[in-house]
């Protein structure tokens, strides 16, 4: 009843079911990956809001080249760690950060280079405050950094990707992206390898300021995905068995709207 599935045809069309199934299962794997990723993710973010701060050092290794260069990346499971660390605002030096949002309004966040008694810096992203009028990218009154020693306690950030192009307007540096490595290229010292999110700091910062809040990740999105995706693969297959049962009871000469009883013929016994 079943053997035309061993013809090329049905082998053929097998053969697109299982392979159709097997990436659907991969990419349900891969966005499994992605979820329990991000939910380190959350789950680090959570920490660094409950715990007390460490020495900067702790969380990310200093820088050890000249000027212009970058430090090591933090540990991913450092990233998000609250620190602290003492040092001196490069005051001549500000870092617009343009297109940030804040409860739904387009702004900028302003970033400072901190110097550390050994001639290094790490970025400190200071807040968040509202462009000048005129619109969402007319540069703002930025507070000016505390002069003198400042204490800061934050967290430890990722240096962001994507469009990172920096350029000097104003007299300030601005780019879309917290990126480390395109920022060092503008500043006279080594740069550690990520950048604070400021909490606290002391003496205390301006009050227009806005702390800048760090949102978690859709990490439910990509469970979401791996059910979509094994579920569209056991419909393939299913599918597929769905299909060749058809196929065979048409085979068979079954039709489900067929009568009853077939027409009797000359020698059965109804024609008697």
């Known amino acids: 009843m079943y053997r035309f ?12 079911a299982l392979v159709a199934a097997t990436v659907m299962v991969l ?16 789950e680090r973010i959570d920490a660094g809001l409950r715990m007390a701060p460490v020495p900067l050092r702790a969380a990310l290794p200093a820088p050890t080249g000249g000027p212009g260069t970058v430090g090591p990346p933090p540990a991913p499971e450092r990233t998000f760690t609250r620190v602290t660390v003492t040092g001196r605002y490069d005051t001549d030096t500000v870092v617009l950060v343009r297109g940030r949002t804040v409860e739904s309004r387009v702004g900028f966040e302003v970033v400072t280079p901190l110097v550390l008694a050994d001639g290094t810096a790490v970025l400190v992203d200071r807040g968040w405050i509202p462009p000048a009028p005129g619109g969402a990218v007319a540069q703002p009154q930025v507070p000016p950094a505390p002069a003198g020693e400042v204490t800061v306690e934050g967290r430890v950030h990722a240096s962001e990707s994507g469009d990172a192009r920096v350029a000097w307007r104003a007299g300030r540096l601005e780019s879309r992206r917290v990126s480390v490595p395109q920022l060092a290229g503008e500043l006279p010292y080594p740069l550690h390898g990520a950048y604070l999110l ?7 910062a301006d009050p227009a300021f806005r702390a800048v809040p760090v949102g978690h990740t859709n990490n439910w999105q990509n469970l979401g995905y791996v059910v979509q995706w094994w579920i569209f693969a056991a419909m393939t297959l299913f599918g597929y068995g769905w299909i060749a049962r058809r196929e065979a009871r048409r085979l068979a000469g079954v039709v489900d709207e067929r009568p009853r009883d077939r027409a009797a013929g000359p020698g059965s016994r109804a024609a008697t």
């Open 5 to 16: 599935l061993l013809t090329p045809r049905w082998l053929g069309i097998l053969s697109l």
């Open 27 to 42: 990419l349900g794997n891969w966005q499994l990956e992605r979820y329990h990723g991000r939910t380190a993710i959350n």
């Open 198 to 204: 400021l909490d606290e700091q002391t003496p205390a």
